[in-house]
Nanobody
């Protein structure tokens, strides 16, 4: 059974940092791009960042550039979040790309497996 399990969320103050982890089990995702998305209350799920299958390419949404970064190590992917802002408050999800050897995508439909999410709350 394929599982993606996020961890590392919590309640922090503005300006603080958090590092989210997403551990995959049930199969290897070394050859698949991985993505991070978030969903705030009352809003649609939105793309945060992605990392290519080999880890050589990463990119993110404009509002997190310079603050968030993606990395991966074997079957675990990470989202390092620095200089957190109240508007970063959301449930954060990791997802595995649908096709092998992908570069990553901003589109929800390009991901097959999803974690259950981890809550990140940033107070002002």
């Amino acid at each position: 059974q394929v599982q993606l399990v996020e961890s590392g969320g919590g309640l922090v103050q503005a300006g603080d940092s958090l590092r989210l982890s997403c551990e995959a089990s049930g199969r290897t995702f070394n050859n698949y791009a991985m993505g991070w998305f978030r969903q705030a209350p009352g809003k649609e799920r939105e793309f945060v960042g992605a990392i290519s299958w080999g880890g050589g390419r990463t990119y993110g949404r404009d509002s997190v550039k310079g603050r968030f970064s993606c990395s991966r190590d074997k079957n675990t992917v990470f989202l390092q979040m620095n200089e957190l802002k109240p508007e970063d408050t959301a449930v954060y999800y990791c997802a595995a790309g649908s096709r092998p050897y992908g570069w990553g995508s901003r589109e929800i439909d390009d991901y097959t497996y999803w974690g259950q999410g981890t809550q990140v709350t940033v107070s002002s």
